[in-house]
């Protein structure tokens, strides 16, 4: 089955850039959607479509997808941002969706 | 404004059942695909099943023949009977519209707890 690794944490300074990795077998061939999700709070699309932006997401997040990687970089980072991260594919070869591990962005 | 509101959680013993129930409002239910996503507390997303808007169903491997999927379009309703409950399937279970375009979950629902436990 299709699996998606990210790294358990991510930090940065507050006003930096966050880069947040999804690796998968050739996940460049693959549609990969980001959500945030705050303790206590239902997940939240950041991106869709590996670069796709949903009404009301500020344009400090942005998604890339190349090779083996897919990442959500998050500019100019704020305390506002911490939160787990977590990468999605649909892998068509079994029918089913795939979410990563899970990445936790703490701001130092 | 797009509403996902899940019902029918709670406290189960280990081999009972469960129904549980998403009702959408503010869109055009009978066209978007719709899945439930679960997660146990402190841990990741877990996909549990996917409806197409055409019916097709999907399912991980762990619960299939014992959970299924189906919709009311007339009731604009998600429904998942989970039957055969084991202590593994203890979690906060969203219900998720998929979007029309790119297939990712553009709204939750708020979730709902399923506790199986003696």
């Known amino acids: 089955s299709y699996v998606l690794i990210q790294p358990p944490s991510v930090s940065v300074a507050p006003g930096q850039t966050a880069s947040i990795t999804c690796g998968g077998n050739?996940?460049?061939?693959?549609?990969v959607h980001w959500y945030q999700q705050k303790p206590g709070q239902a997940p939240v699309m950041v991106v869709y479509g590996n670069r796709g932006r949903p009404s009301g997401i500020p344009e400090r997040m942005s998604g890339s997808n190349s090779g083996n990687t897919a990442t959500l970089t998050i500019s100019r980072v704020d305390a506002g941002d911490e939160a787990d991260y977590y990468c999605?594919?649909?892998?068509?070869?079994?029918?089913?969706?795939?979410f990563g591990g899970g990445t936790k962005l703490t701001v130092l | 404004e797009v509403q996902l509101v899940e019902s029918g959680g709670g406290l189960v013993q280990p081999g009972g059942s469960l129904r549980l129930s998403c009702a959408a409002s503010g869109f055009t239910f009978s066209s978007h695909d719709m899945h439930w996503v679960r997660q146990v507390t402190g841990e990741g997303l877990e996909w549990v099943s996917g409806i197409g808007s055409a019916g097709a169903t999907y399912y991980l491997g762990s619960v299939k023949g014992r959970f299924t999927i189906s919709r009311e379009n007339a009731k604009n309703s998600l429904y998942l009977q989970m039957n055969s409950l084991r202590a593994g399937d203890t979690a906060v279970y969203y219900c998720?519209?998929?979007?029309?375009?790119?297939?990712?979950?553009?709204?939750w629902g708020q979730g709902i707890l399923v506790t199986v436990s003696s």
């Open positions: 998720a519209r998929v979007q029309l375009d790119y297939g990712g979950y553009d709204f």
């Open positions: 999605q594919v649909w892998d068509s070869s079994s029918d089913h969706v795939v």
């Open positions: 050739n996940i460049g061939s693959k549609s």
